[in-house]
């Protein structure tokens, strides 16, 4: 590390954004200028809005640190990295979420836990190279002990005093006069539009109520204090630590003595033994510290490799189809006329993979007989298609739900609006395999049209080191990326009439090769009875029909007496067909 290199250390956070600017010494890092910006919450925050706010920063550096709330997957770090490049582009990058700068800020080398209350919260232990976090999940599903759940906490029991008792609890009128609001209507109207950063805002009115003796505001403080104890006794007790070093960070231990009292009076009952006490550098010095010892850098990638262009270029599906280059000037009888021949290619395709299909019915039907489940995995339209073929097999077959699942990439916001980048992780995919416990016994079936989507390349090689069975669905049979799989289903649809939009022809392609491998595994396991769903959920009027009409078929009774025997078997079919010796 050179001596006299400018670093730039940020944090950002729930309710502002704090940034230092230091030089190398030779033993120390000089602060040579440091200041605060608006809340850079990066999963809050719009990238337009987080580039404008580090365009602000100095630009003169040869090192950065970038630290933000929200930062907490391998995709969020790429996506900052690149954002990051934009504005320092001669810079070395690193970037994290707001524990990496705060442990970094609180114990440096050294082991210990974090306690971090600022708006939000969180606690991260280390010793030796194992990290345990608890809390931190965010405003929604966690942050208990932070500036917003302190918050939210008094504005319910202000609502609640006043439907109970049409009482007032002491600080209303503060709470009031510190949003220029006039009455508890407004006070509702304002929480229901209200973003975490304006109700993590309230927190000093909570800790002056408390100061002033309210004892209900200080039960919701004490609540705060113990939920962050015990997750710090989970961590030490993870961490296999009688006697931690705690060190105590953010807003909320800083300025509100109260806080930092009621924390430390419960953690000497769990852990009496644990030094505790404050943290003597900011979170933002913790981020430049970092960036100062960093000796590997990310490699930053702010477009595709050029090999990569060049081969998603030469998929067939991204190939232009010379039947419909004027597709802008065809009447609405010729764009018909064409979509419905284009469908020839799609039964050619089915046809020629026909025997890829039939290996792959029975290598399925093998693993659910042995107990096994059945993954589809994609990403955009793909991925839509196997969460749809796997959301009928419960009602179709009486199915338990987890018997055939559906991932996508990006997760069930990309189910009905695109999650920019969601493909593009290799390692995305792999983990999306190790949280459903992927097993020896199971199948994975990737889906992707042009054969190279990254999320499932990696979900397959995560799959098949597992020792699972897995297939690869694609529409280019062309693709130079080899990847091993236990079956590959190749359906050469070819050129889509819009170019590249493979919700077309390989969509339709790819929903019946599902339809076929689902249903051929179905009736493999016996769940059909010639063509009769003898398993269906008959869970409304139409499927109780249906299956009243099936037992008149196959028992030769009357409607009837066929419903009648449904009803005393509480509407199950396969019992009474069995009754019936069907």
């Keep these: 590390m050179n001596g006299g290199e400018k670093i730039l250390g940020v944090e950002g956070g729930g309710t502002k954004t704090s940034w230092v600017l230091v030089e190398r010494t030779a033993s120390d890092l000089l602060v040579l200028d440091q200041g605060k910006l608006p809340p850079a919450n990066f999963r809050l925050a719009k990238l337009d809005e987080l580039r404008a706010m580090f365009r602000e920063l100095p630009n003169e550096?040869?090192?950065?640190?970038?630290?933000?709330?929200?930062?907490?997957?391998?995709?969020?770090?790429?996506?900052?990295?690149?954002?990051?490049?934009?504005?320092w582009p001669q810079a070395k990058i690193v970037v994290g979420s707001d524990r990496d700068s705060g442990l970094a800020a609180a114990l440096g080398h050294g082991d210990g836990i974090v306690v971090n209350a600022g708006s939000g919260s969180s606690v991260t232990g280390r010793r030796d190279k194992r990290i345990e976090?608890?809390?931190?999940?965010?405003?929604?599903?966690?942050?208990?002990?932070?500036?917003?759940?302190?918050?939210?906490?008094?504005?319910?029991?202000?609502?609640?005093?006043?439907d109970l008792h049409r009482g007032e609890v002491q600080f209303t009128t503060k709470i009031l006069r510190a949003l220029s609001l006039n009455n508890l209507d407004e006070l509702v109207r304002w929480a229901q539009t209200a973003d975490k950063m304006e109700v993590a805002m309230l927190t000093p009115v909570v800790f002056e109520a408390a100061a002033g003796g309210d004892a209900r505001v200080m039960e919701i403080i004490e609540e705060g204090a113990r939920v962050l104890c015990e997750y710090t006794e989970a961590v030490a007790s993870?961490?296999?630590?009688?006697?931690?070093k705690v060190v105590l960070l953010g807003g909320l231990f800083q300025r509100d003595s109260i806080y930092n009292h009621a924390f430390r009076r419960r953690l000497k009952k769990a852990l009496p033994d644990a030094r505790v006490a404050n943290s003597e550098r900011a979170p933002e010095f913790g981020a430049a510290w970092l960036?100062?010892?960093?000796?590997?850098?990310?490699?930053?990638?702010?477009?595709?490799?050029?090999?990569?262009?060049?081969?998603?270029?030469?998929a067939l599906t991204e190939q232009r189809n010379p039947r419909s280059e004027n597709l802008e000037k065809m009447d609405p009888q010729e764009l018909v006329k064409l979509f419905i021949e284009e469908e020839k290619f799609v039964g050619e395709a089915l046809r020629a993979a026909q025997g890829d299909l039939a290996q792959a019915i029975e290598l399925v039907a093998d693993s659910l007989g042995k107990s096994g489940r059945l993954f589809y995995l994609g990403a955009g339209t793909s991925g839509r298609l196997g969460v749809l073929d796997a959301s009928e097999i419960p009602p179709t077959f009486g199915a338990p739900p987890d018997l055939v699942q559906g991932i996508i990439a990006g997760g069930a916001t990309a189910l009905h609006r695109s999650v920019?980048?969601?493909?593009?992780?290799?390692?995305?995919?792999?983990?999306?395999m190790d949280r459903r416990g992927v097993?020896?016994?199971?199948?994975?079936?990737?889906?992707?049209?042009s054969g190279r989507t990254p999320f499932v390349l990696g979900a397959l090689e995560r799959a098949r080191s597992l020792g699972a069975k897995t297939i690869l669905l694609s529409c280019n049979p062309a693709r130079e990326e080899k990847i091993h799989v236990d079956r590959v289903i190749n359906l050469a649809v070819g050129p889509e009439i819009l170019t590249g939009s493979t919700r077309l022809k390989a969509g339709t392609a790819t929903k019946i090769a599902l339809n076929i491998i689902s249903t051929g595994a179905m009736v493999a396991l016996g769940k059909v009875r010639g063509n009769l769903m003898i398993d269906?959920?008959?869970?409304?009027?139409?499927?109780?029909?249906?299956?009243?009409?099936?037992?008149?078929e196959l028992t030769d009774s009357d409607y009837n007496s066929a419903r009648a025997q449904l009803e005393a078997n509480g509407w199950d079919l396969r019992a009474v067909l069995q009754k019936a010796g069907k």
């Excluded at 097993?439 to 049209?449: F, L, R, W």
């Excluded at 269906?536 to 008149?552: F, G, P, W």
């Design 536 to 552: 269906l959920n008959t869970t409304s009027s139409k499927l109780r029909d249906r299956a009243t009409r099936m037992v008149v």
């Design 439 to 449: 097993k020896e016994v199971d199948v994975v079936i990737g889906i992707t049209a």
């Design 61 to 87: 550096i040869v090192r950065a640190g970038i630290f933000l709330a929200g930062c907490g997957t391998e995709e969020d770090r790429h996506s900052l990295t690149r954002l990051c490049a934009e504005i």
């Design 420 to 432: 920019e980048g969601a493909e593009d992780e290799r390692s995305n995919g792999a983990l999306s």
């Design 133 to 162: 976090n608890a809390g931190g999940w965010g405003h929604i599903l966690g942050d208990a002990g932070g500036g917003y759940f302190l918050s939210l906490q008094a504005l319910r029991l202000i609502l609640r005093e006043y």
């Design 238 to 244: 993870r961490l296999h630590v009688l006697a931690p």
């Design 291 to 314: 960036a100062a010892e960093m000796q590997c850098w990310p490699e930053i990638h702010t477009e595709p490799a050029p090999e990569k262009i060049d081969d998603l270029a030469a």
